[in-house]
């Protein structure tokens, strides 16, 4: 719940306004990446993923930039919204999803929207 | 989202009494996780199943023992609680191999209070 947020990197933005949250990976081997968000007193939920032969993936609002040189990782709200405060984690792993799949997830970042 | 149930949603034990938690999922998902959420660290992976009878310990595992009798359960025991296991505990389930399986689902979480 609220603990989540606690020690965690904040962005604050204005409603409307489009919301950046970077995430650094330290595995130069992973080669699948998700963002996940995560409500008060919820499980993480799946928003978005990208295969590192990818640069760039849009969704719904959602877009994940993927930059393999510096391990970095970034994933942009458009038109953020008060529904989009939540504490936001990327996660990696590398392998094609077999017995030795584990993600590893960053600490996460706590987004929070101003009307 | 993946049907996953976790049971008790809220738990307050004693030191050095049992506790075990449950994980049920009605997907068919092959693989399963345990992960504790702490403040400052993230969500760290306990143990986790490739298969019925099939575990692994994660990166946390000292303290928990982990069973898997059939594809949709995965229980998680504490064998004598301590005040370092009051956590959030999720659980966290995945089709299989290949590329198309390897979004992770999670369930609601268990907040484990150990006095």
């Known amino acids: 719940g609220e603990s989540v947020g606690l020690h965690l990197p904040t962005l604050s933005v204005q409603e409307g306004d489009n919301s950046i949250i970077n995430c650094a990976y330290s595995?130069?081997?992973?080669?699948?990446f998700i963002w996940y968000k995560q409500e008060s007193g919820k499980g993480p939920q799946f928003i978005i993923d990208?295969?590192?032969?990818?640069d760039k993936r849009q969704g719904q609002r959602v877009t994940v930039l993927l930059n393999k040189t510096v391990k970095h990782l970034s994933l942009q709200i458009a038109a953020t919204q008060p529904g989009d405060s939540a504490v936001y984690f990327c996660?990696?792993?590398?392998?094609?999803?077999?017995?030795?799949?584990?993600?590893?997830f960053g600490k996460g970042t706590l987004l929070t929207v101003n009307p | 989202d993946a049907g996953i149930t976790q049971s008790p949603r809220h738990k307050v034990t004693e030191t050095g009494t049992p506790v075990t938690l449950r994980c049920h999922q009605t997907?068919?998902?092959?693989?399963m996780y345990w992960y504790r959420q702490d403040p400052g660290h993230g969500l760290r992976l306990i143990h986790y199943?490739?298969?019925?009878?099939?575990?692994d310990k994660g990166e946390v595992s000292d303290g928990y023992s982990v069973s898997r009798s059939k594809t949709e359960d995965f229980l998680l025991t504490l064998e004598s609680a301590t005040s370092s296991q009051t956590s959030v505990y999720f659980c966290?389930?995945?089709?299989?191999?290949?590329?198309?399986?390897?979004?992770?689902?999670f369930g609601s979480g268990t907040q484990l209070s150990v006095l």
């Open positions: 966290a389930s995945r089709g299989g191999s290949g590329t198309t399986n390897e979004k992770l689902f």
């Open positions: 595995n130069s081997a992973s080669d699948y």
């Open positions: 990208i295969r590192s032969n990818m």
């Open positions: 996660a990696e792993t590398e392998g094609s999803g077999g017995s030795n799949y584990k993600l590893t």
């Open positions: 997907e068919n998902h092959r693989y």
């Open positions: 199943s490739y298969g019925v009878k099939d575990t």
